[in-house]
């Protein structure tokens, strides 16, 4: 008898973990976020005449945020330096929701422009009287070798990517403090995570804004309702490549290369908005293998060196030759110069 049970309870663990095993294998972001996604609250439900500020929110992530976003019934504030393509935004927001032109607040901005963000603060404030989410999402990725790279490229990355949205947070912060509620959520990536070769620069100021904005969570135990959360992307469907430093502050992508194997915008929103409807404090978002990434290198990080060096070596080998860095991992790479 004592058989029989032992039995049945090493079958029923085996089912179990075989289940496990199988949502790993589908799964494209931590199992928070995917309980968060299926039985949290509703995006349609939290975020709804929120007033939620995107940065970055003419292109990529930022821009499918705004429509997503505008869908639920979010109050938006729309930034990034090019005005004409946030005024295209703005109006397939409308097209696509029920909100109205007085619910959306172009605003155009630099990060760069640190003294223009009180300012700029004061003037979404005046339209709206408050800032419930502010989405961190501007910046810009990179693409060179170190020992090629200009020095003032490392500049360029960290006065964008790190000190503009921290100064941005700075001024958001002190109103979020007073009201005693919102979220800050900014837009880091598997590399503020994991090491990454060709982006040693954008890696480096991911790496600022986790260490800050961990550090800053912990400063915030006195407002439980300030959510600090950082969304962790892998790779994505975007146009972060195509505006991606290289070894020259002024030398622009010659060729971005095919993204059809990353996880799709669409896809990546969706999960971030769950997330931030349940306030969820770090979200991991890729597709396999990269989701396996976050894991080993949380859990197994002597497993996670071995195998990111034989990638990481690939990856530069591919550089090197003109091959595309991103698609040669897993498939068989097209030469750019055929």
């Known amino acids: 008898m004592e058989v029989c049970v032992c039995s049945v309870l ?91 032109e007085k619910d959306i607040l172009v605003l155009p901005l630099d990060l760069l422009e640190r003294s223009t963000h009180r300012e700029k603060t004061d003037a979404v404030l005046q339209q709206f009287g408050q800032i419930d989410v502010l989405v961190n999402n501007g910046g810009r990725s990179q693409r060179s070798l170190f020992i090629d790279t200009d020095i003032d490229v490392y500049g360029g990355l960290m006065e964008l990517n790190f000190l503009g949205s ?89 060729d971005a290369g095919d993204q059809s194997h990353k996880m799709s915008t669409e896809r990546c929103v969706r999960l971030i908005l769950a997330g931030l409807s349940n306030r969820v404090k770090e979200m991991w978002i890729a597709q396999q293998p990269f989701l396996l990434f976050f894991y080993l290198w949380q859990y197994t990080p002597t497993l996670a060196w071995y195998i990111t060096n034989l990638f990481g070596r690939k990856r530069v080998q591919n550089f090197k030759a003109g091959l595309d860095a991103d698609t040669a991992y897993f498939i068989k790479p097209k030469d750019k110069t055929k």
């Open 166 to 254: 921290v100064s941005l947070t700075q001024h958001v912060l002190r109103h979020m403090i007073c009201r005693g509620d919102g979220i800050i959520a900014t837009v880091s990536s598997i590399v503020g995570l994991v090491g990454a070769p060709l982006s040693t620069g954008y890696s480096a100021s991911k790496h600022a804004l986790q260490g800050f904005f961990n550090s800053l969570r912990t400063e915030l135990t006195d407002y439980p309702n300030i959510t600090i959360s950082t969304i962790c992307p892998g790779p994505v469907m975007s146009q972060i490549v195509n505006n991606a430093f290289t070894e020259q502050v002024n030398k622009l992508m010659s």
């Open 10 to 100: 090493l079958l029923c663990v085996g089912i179990y973990l075989t289940l496990q095993l199988l949502r790993f294998i589908i799964a494209d972001a931590d199992f928070t976020l995917l309980w968060a996604a299926a039985v949290g609250t509703r995006p349609g439900m939290a975020l709804k005449q929120k007033v939620v500020w995107i940065t970055g929110a003419s292109s990529g992530i930022g821009e499918e945020l705004a429509y997503q976003l505008a869908a639920v019934g979010a109050r938006l504030v729309l930034s990034a330096r090019r005005e004409n393509e946030l005024h295209r935004v703005r109006r397939k927001c409308l097209e696509l929701s029920s909100l109205e």
